[in-house]
């Protein structure tokens, strides 16, 4: 039996093949389309005549993609919705998406602030307003595919969410998507409730592109395969859970290459840097997994507070734009050919220099025709590579926690572009099929599992709320298809919260393990 990975990048969509001792029985690269679905398909394409394996023997097939970001950022697709605050009186000063562009913020029909909610204790803040909440809803009836919906304080006590969800279905229907912020963000009501809205009017992209991922699989014979969709946390989720929380799956092509380096260097804690054609992305593997990002992030210029990697992304990739300027100084992008580098790029015959060019034309790459680059001076090409080299080495400071100098590993196809002596490393791997490191990423990766709970160390003992939070992780781990024998803690955290009475923490433990055959 065989696992498939795709990965689709701004320049290329990456597809491997992988047997059951996981080992890689083809990896290509095809070009991105504006329609993805034709770069999906042709990846698919290429890759099975590559392995001449038997298509039914394909037990399970794993996507990774740009299309909730590309949506969010291009303001494309994007489903309308509706949005329910529940706070009053406390939270009316600063109304839903009150910092957000008008370009984005379009996508909601209406937005209101009912009673209800709870204090950072959870006691009640104010009784909820069953009857604002019903009235609100039949007036967006008809005119919405989602609705999203938060509660002050809800990771606290999803209580009002819960009750407000329930009305939203009897009124709306079953057929409208309903996205609650306790399920989503974490702390901070703002920026949870900004992620649950981005969640449900992504409805509409999730549907079309899990529906367009499986009837590809279709087209192409794959027809005895499980279907999964990478998430943000280098794990997978399902074709269904894809479609609940279709914001997981922003910047899972980041995590993918993370995994997919831990695999192919055989190493479990390093900074990564996936060099794609347009951005290079540096991200940090800790013991074998992502590291999460602690401060909120920003995503097409909305505020959110929902998990994501920490990753920094540079404007540097093999199609980046090679300048010289009249002072002799060289730049390099932050624009690039992107996908179109086979035709523009100088040895591929055409007649834009990129940071491909320089490689090749300092003997570090072999690509295209290197007589087409020869009459690049020394000199040029020496200050660009010094610029390609600033931006990377600033970027792996910028990662670092320590002056101690780190194990780096090299992916992506646009990975060429970069020397291996980079300053503050202590190594430089590249090894083999990096160029594929993201679908090899989807592939190998595993099922998760999170739990997370409020826990009063005077009434429940440290040692006993942890173990139960291993417990828990591991059973959501199980449930949600791993195998149990495979199921590892992959992190476990307790934080102090001052502000709460006694000696409560937050507790939070996650679990992952390998997905059945």
Not at 30 to 50: F, K, N, R, Y
Not at 184 to 210: H, K, P, Q, W
Not at 410 to 417: H, M, P, R, T
């Amino acid at each position: 039996m065989y696992k498939l990975g795709i990965d689709v990048g701004g320049t290329n969509t990456d597809a491997v093949l992988i047997d059951e001792d996981l080992s890689i029985v083809a990896a290509v690269k095809h070009p991105t389309s504006v329609d993805i679905t034709q770069g999906i398909m042709g990846a698919m394409d290429a890759v099975l005549e590559a392995s001449g394996i038997d298509r039914s023997q394909i037990s399970q097939a794993m996507l990774g993609t740009t299309q909730c970001t590309n949506a969010i950022v291009e303001r494309k697709g994007l489903a309308p919705i509706a949005v329910l605050r529940i706070g009053a009186p406390a939270t009316v000063g600063i109304p839903p998406m009150v910092d957000w562009a008008d370009d984005i913020r379009a996508v909601s029909v209406a937005e209101t602030i009912i009673e209800g909610g709870f204090e950072y204790d959870g006691k009640r803040l104010a009784e909820f307003d069953e009857a604002a909440c019903r009235a609100f809803f039949e007036g967006v009836k008809g005119r919405v595919e989602a609705v999203a919906i938060s509660c002050v304080f809800s990771t606290v006590r999803n209580d009002d969410e819960l009750s407000a969800a329930r009305i939203a279905t009897e009124v709306l229907g079953d057929g409208v998507h309903v996205s609650i912020s306790s399920e989503i963000g974490s702390m901070g009501l703002i920026e949870r409730e900004n992620a649950t809205i981005l969640n449900a009017a992504l409805y509409d992209v999730a549907r079309r592109f899990t529906e367009g991922f499986a009837e590809s699989l279709a087209d192409k014979g794959v027809t005895n395969a499980d279907v999964y969709l990478s998430q943000n946390d280098g794990t997978l989720m399902t074709m269904e859970y894809a479609r609940r929380y279709p914001i997981f799956t922003i910047a899972c092509g980041p995590t993918n290459s993370i995994r997919g380096a831990s695999y192919l260097s055989h190493m479990d804690d390093a900074i990564i840097i996936d060099v794609g054609g347009t951005t290079t992305d540096l991200g940090v593997l800790a013991h074998g997994f992502p590291r999460e990002s602690g401060v909120a992030v920003t995503i097409g210029g909305v505020r959110t507070n929902f998990r994501m990697p920490d990753v920094v992304s540079i404007g540097l990739g093999g199609g980046s734009i090679v300048r010289e300027r009249e002072d002799g100084t060289v730049t390099v992008g932050p624009d690039s050919v992107g996908y179109a580098i086979t035709e523009r790029a100088l040895v591929f015959g055409g007649d834009t220099m990129c940071a491909t060019d320089i490689a090749v034309r300092l003997g570090m790459a072999e690509v295209g025709d290197a007589s087409l680059v020869a009459g690049i001076s020394d000199e040029l090409a020496e200050k660009a590579m010094a610029a390609i080299r600033e931006l990377v080495e600033e970027g792996i400071d910028v990662m670092k926690v320590s002056n101690d100098d780190i194990d780096v590993v090299l992916v992506g196809g646009g990975s060429i572009i970069l020397p291996t002596d980079l300053t503050g490393t202590s190594k430089v791997v590249k090894p083999e099929h990096s160029g594929c490191a993201n679908a090899i990423g989807s592939a190998i990766s595993k099922v998760s599992g999170t739990y997370e709970a409020l826990v009063d160390y005077d009434e429940v003992p440290r040692e006993e709320a942890l173990a139960a939070a291993r417990a828990a992780a591991i059973e959501e781990a199980v449930a949600a298809g791993a195998v149990r024998g495979t199921v590892e803690i992959i992190d476990i955290e307790d934080v102090p919260l001052a502000y709460y009475p006694g000696h409560t923490n937050r507790v939070k433990a996650k679990a992952a393990g390998d997905l059945g055959k």
